[in-house]
């Protein structure tokens, strides 16, 4: 089976940036063009006792280009361009089958291997392998295990984007644990090298035989990653000691300016585990009038999916439920090869309060006639950022935070009033949409319990509570 596909896109973005108010104001401008074209070619070019193998071979070239000016600096219209000419093929070998009698006392195992090369114009040859393991002992029950080993290329941006100076932004200075109003240099940086990522993941998928429709996930993930690519970090007394010509100071140590252009750390490992439930059911009974003709399952009025949830039989409503908690067990940071080595779980961080040790991910919601309501919800446990040790600094604990996602939709297509009314109606969804439900916004205080003034929750998160109205046709 032969396929091709071919994307292209524009986005343009002008920005205003206040100086203050006498000082005017400046002004940014971005044109970004994509195209993307890929072509794929899936086959069974081999049989063995187990079964069938199966191949892909995919090719494709991608172009990105991006036109941008600002008022900020001095260099006029900065113009970048990437081409990425990419090819890759995947085997699927089947080593045991019990549907072909074939080693069935062991179950189903099969083998995937996959390799892939990238060609970028600005940066030059990437590559990528992998190598994974599956197995079914029983029906219900299955084990996965997978290695990848991949080179990743810093961004456009992160390479070439201009310098640009942003004047009396907040900081917060951990040395002197007060916040100062400093000079920002941002852009690009041409001195950035290629990422080399290991990815270890184990997993096992257990489908409940007491209740039905419901399986249990629990997976470990381990990444260990050479000169890897990273905005620049909190400023703290180890990052300030280990990148000296990024920050300076006054004569009464007083924080002036940062220079916050990406940089390349020595390394990152990283372990976690992530566990949960997924269930789902029906609502309702099947019409008995629903036939072929009628909507396809998974999909509400005009062909559009019910997001996350597996349509019922003729007319019949889903729901569903997954709830998963994640634990970090591990994230080390090492900058420089001769250190310092930062723990993101002890104290350290390299944005905000550093890495929270336990996660709650939820996800959910019902879908029965052409009305449907989503939910998405997360939970992350409280922080801390260490104190410098100088005199007058203080600890800062960054607090928990629950956010919820709603989303209520109606397929006005199923509606007959509305499809009475118009058949403009047929194939629409009107949706009301609220990010951020409980407005919640995380609570960061020093050791006096005091908030100190660049972490105010409008400066962590302007937006807070946001309700929309989505209105969508298929024609």
């Given at each position: ?7 292209a896109?524009?986005?343009m ?5 206040d ?6 104001s400046d002004s940014?401008?971005s044109?970004s ?6 072509v794929?070619?899936v086959g069974?070019p081999l049989?063995?006792?187990?079964g069938e ?30 081409g ?13 089958s019990r549907?072909?009698g ?8 099969s ?7 990238n060609?970028l114009s600005d940066?030059?040859?990437?590559t ?6 599956t ?10 295990a997978?290695?990848l080993?991949n080179e ?8 070439g984007?201009?310098?640009v100076l ?7 200075d951990?040395t ?16 950035l090298v290629?990422?080399?990522?290991r990815?270890?993941?184990l997993g096992?998928t ?5 209740v ?11 990444n260990?990653?050479?000169?890897v690519?990273a905005?620049f970090?909190?400023?703290t007394?180890?990052i ?9 100071r006054?004569?009464?140590g007083?924080?002036?300016s940062?220079?916050r252009r ?9 372990q976690r585990?992530?566990y949960g439930?997924?269930?789902?059911g029906a609502?309702g ?7 072929p ?9 005009g062909g ?9 039989r003729g ?8 709830v ?6 591990q ?8 250190g ?6 002890g104290g350290?961080a390299l944005?905000?309060?550093g ?5 709650i ?6 879908f029965?006639?052409g ?7 997360t ?6 950022l260490?104190?410098s040790g100088a ?9 928990s935070?629950?956010?919820l996602?709603?989303?209520l ?5 199923q509606?007959k009033?509305?499809t009475?009314l118009?058949?403009?109606f ?17 609570r ?6 005091a ?11 302007p937006?807070?509570r946001v309700i ?5 046709k298929?024609?």
């Open positions: 089976q032969l396929t091709a596909t071919l994307d896109s524009r986005a973005t002008d920005s205003v940036i100086r203050s108010s006498a000082a005017g940014a401008a044109t063009d994509s195209a993307t074209s890929l794929t070619l069974r049989r063995l006792p187990a193998v199966t191949t892909t071979v995919k090719a494709g070239f991608a172009y990105t280009g991006i036109r941008s000016e600002d008022t900020r600096t001095a260099m006029g219209e900065t113009r970048l361009k990437r990425d000419l990419s090819a890759g093929v995947n085997l699927g070998v089947p080593l045991t549907r072909e074939f080693g069935d006392a062991i179950g189903d195992l083998l995937n291997l996959s390799a892939g090369v060609r940066f030059g040859t990437l990528d392998w992998s190598a994974g393991l197995w079914a002992p029983t029906e219900k029950l299955n084990f996965q997978s290695y080993v990743a290329a810093p961004t456009l941006g992160q390479l984007d201009p310098t942003t004047y009396n932004v907040p900081v917060f951990v002197r644990s007060q916040t100062a109003l400093v000079t920002i240099i941002s852009g690009g940086n041409r001195d290629r990422e080399k990522q990815d270890l993941k096992v257990w489908e409940l035989p007491f039905d429709n419901a399986n249990l996930i629990a997976e470990y993930f381990r260990s990653s050479d000169d690519t905005s970090p909190l400023l007394p180890a300030e000691a280990a990148f000296p010509g990024r920050v300076v006054g004569a009464g007083e924080l002036v940062i220079d990406p940089i390349t750390f020595a390394s990152q490992e990283s585990i992530r439930l997924n269930i789902s609502v009974k099947p019409s008995a009038d629903a036939g003709g009628g909507p396809r399952p998974g999909m509400g009025g559009f999916p019910a997001r996350g949830m597996m349509g019922g007319g019949q409503g889903r729901w569903n439920l997954s998963y908690h994640k634990v970090q067990l994230d080390r940071v090492t900058v420089a090869e001769n310092p080595v930062l723990d993101l779980l350290d944005s905000g309060g890495q929270p040790r336990h996660a991910e939820m996800e959910g919601g019902v029965y006639k009305t449907g309501l989503r939910l998405n919800g939970w992350t446990a409280p922080t801390r260490e104190a005199p007058g600094s203080s600890d800062l604990r960054f607090g935070v629950f956010n996602d709603m989303r939709f109606v397929d006005l297509g509606k009033a509305f009475d118009s058949p403009f047929k194939g629409t969804r009107l949706a009301l949409t609220v990010d951020n439900l409980f407005d919640s916004r995380q960061v205080t020093d050791a006096a319990g908030v100190p003034l660049s972490y105010q929750a409008d400066f962590l998160d937006r807070g929309g109205i989505d209105f969508r298929v024609f």
